[in-house]
């Protein structure tokens, strides 16, 4: 059976992908990770803020006057600070046989986008460059922020010459035009989606409770959606991360046109040997199937042959909300 796949211009010998997280701080979980069948592990972000404010960096921190009574994390209290993050990136590299992919997290341009080089020397396969931003501001509009998203890929394309994989959100007006923006701009893929981190509100202390909540299976369906219709206009990779815990959710991601899947929160819950059953079991449906190998089912479900794919889904909003009857 053959699991191989071209993600970002990578040859990876299976779809699954260990998602940006804590797993690649240490050395031990990556191989266990490996060992299980991963095809390429992210390591956790290193953020904009992080690096900017590097007290060993040569440049000057970036002037930002909502920054001093932002609650941001002291340097100290980041997990890897960037030196740090450049020697697991190191040995990593030099104990998995797999790919790494280093993650930036940031949102606009800036000294910041600089460090990617030094990410490329210390062995990095990729960059998955995560853009994180709640915009709360009137005054900015939606295609000011896509600008700067434009310009952030066009700099770090420029800084480096490994492939960059954009982890989106899906709250974009034409999530279609600024996947297809983001390419032209020299992203060889793109990750879909970011999850956003969504505080919850405690009504009996009248607070507010950040909190991380790990995913369940029904966000996949967002994911599912956007791949079937991204996959046939894109001529890079996607990447499905959000919700996938099960080899039918890997083999639902690859109908709708991923060439990789993501996994975090299942790993997290149940520990690195899962991994080992969802391969085998995607390789048991496969078989069931009569698929030999991944480009075989890829796409298959996708919006490709679908002649009016606006009208398609407002036609299957109209039928389901139909559908219920009391
Ligand atoms: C503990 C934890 C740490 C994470 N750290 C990062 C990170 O540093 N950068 C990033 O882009 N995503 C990060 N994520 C998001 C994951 O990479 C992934 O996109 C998300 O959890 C959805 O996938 P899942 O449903 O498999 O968990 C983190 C998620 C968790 C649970």
Redesign the pocket.
Same mark, same amino acid.
């Given at each position: 059976m053959n699991l191989a796949t071209n993600y970002l211009g990578l040859k990876l010998r299976s779809p699954f992908i260990v998602?940006?997280?804590?797993f690649c701080d240490d050395v031990h979980h990556a191989l266990q990770l490996q060992d299980a069948g991963a095809g390429a592990l #992210?390591?956790?972000?290193l953020f904009e803020e992080q690096i900017e404010n590097d007290p060993a960096a040569q440049h000057t921190p970036s002037a930002d006057p909502t920054r001093p009574e932002a609650n941001y994390p002291e340097f100290a209290d980041y997990q890897l600070s960037p030196e740090q993050y450049l020697k697991q990136l190191r040995h990593l590299r030099k104990t998995l046989t797999i790919p790494v992919i280093a993650?930036l997290?940031g949102h606009r341009p800036g000294h910041w986008i600089d460090f990617a080089e030094q990410l490329q020397e210390a062995g990095a396969a990729a960059i !998955?460059l +995560?853009f994180?931003q709640v915009v709360t501001d009137p005054a900015i509009a939606a295609d000011d922020i896509e600008s700067e998203m434009l310009h952030t890929v066009r700099e770090l394309a420029a800084a480096v010459s490994i492939p960059i994989a954009v982890?989106l959100s899906p709250f974009h007006t034409s999530l279609a035009q600024l996947a297809l923006a983001l390419e032209l701009e020299g992203a060889a893929g793109v990750?879909l989606? +970011?999850?956003f981190y969504q505080p919850d509100i405690d009504p009996e202390e009248l607070d507010v409770q950040p909190q991380?909540r *790990?995913?369940d299976p029904g !966000?996949l369906l967002l994911r599912l959606r956007w791949l079937a219709i991204l996959s046939p206009q894109l001529r890079g990779s996607i990447a499905a991360?959000?919700?996938?815990?099960t080899s039918a959710a890997v083999a639902k991601a690859i109908l709708a046109g991923a060439h990789a899947v993501? *996994? #975090?929160?299942?790993? *997290?819950r149940q520990g690195p040997h899962i991994l080992s059953a969802i391969n085998r079991d995607l390789q048991t449906w496969m078989v069931h199937h009569g698929f030999a190998d991944l480009e075989s089912f890829r796409g298959r479900l996708n919006l490709r042959r679908c002649p009016d794919a606006v009208a398609f889904e407002r036609a299957n909003y109209v039928r389901v909300m139909q559908s219920w009857k009391i």
């Amino acid at each position: 059976m053959n699991l191989a796949t071209n993600y970002l211009g990578l040859k990876l010998r299976s779809p699954f992908i260990v998602g940006a997280s804590p797993f690649c701080d240490d050395v031990h979980h990556a191989l266990q990770l490996q060992d299980a069948g991963a095809g390429a592990l #992210v390591m956790r972000s290193l953020f904009e803020e992080q690096i900017e404010n590097d007290p060993a960096a040569q440049h000057t921190p970036s002037a930002d006057p909502t920054r001093p009574e932002a609650n941001y994390p002291e340097f100290a209290d980041y997990q890897l600070s960037p030196e740090q993050y450049l020697k697991q990136l190191r040995h990593l590299r030099k104990t998995l046989t797999i790919p790494v992919i280093a993650s930036l997290n940031g949102h606009r341009p800036g000294h910041w986008i600089d460090f990617a080089e030094q990410l490329q020397e210390a062995g990095a396969a990729a960059i !998955e460059l +995560n853009f994180y931003q709640v915009v709360t501001d009137p005054a900015i509009a939606a295609d000011d922020i896509e600008s700067e998203m434009l310009h952030t890929v066009r700099e770090l394309a420029a800084a480096v010459s490994i492939p960059i994989a954009v982890k989106l959100s899906p709250f974009h007006t034409s999530l279609a035009q600024l996947a297809l923006a983001l390419e032209l701009e020299g992203a060889a893929g793109v990750v879909l989606f +970011n999850r956003f981190y969504q505080p919850d509100i405690d009504p009996e202390e009248l607070d507010v409770q950040p909190q991380l909540r *790990l995913s369940d299976p029904g !966000e996949l369906l967002l994911r599912l959606r956007w791949l079937a219709i991204l996959s046939p206009q894109l001529r890079g990779s996607i990447a499905a991360t959000g919700g996938i815990h099960t080899s039918a959710a890997v083999a639902k991601a690859i109908l709708a046109g991923a060439h990789a899947v993501q *996994l #975090v929160s299942v790993l *997290l819950r149940q520990g690195p040997h899962i991994l080992s059953a969802i391969n085998r079991d995607l390789q048991t449906w496969m078989v069931h199937h009569g698929f030999a190998d991944l480009e075989s089912f890829r796409g298959r479900l996708n919006l490709r042959r679908c002649p009016d794919a606006v009208a398609f889904e407002r036609a299957n909003y109209v039928r389901v909300m139909q559908s219920w009857k009391i």
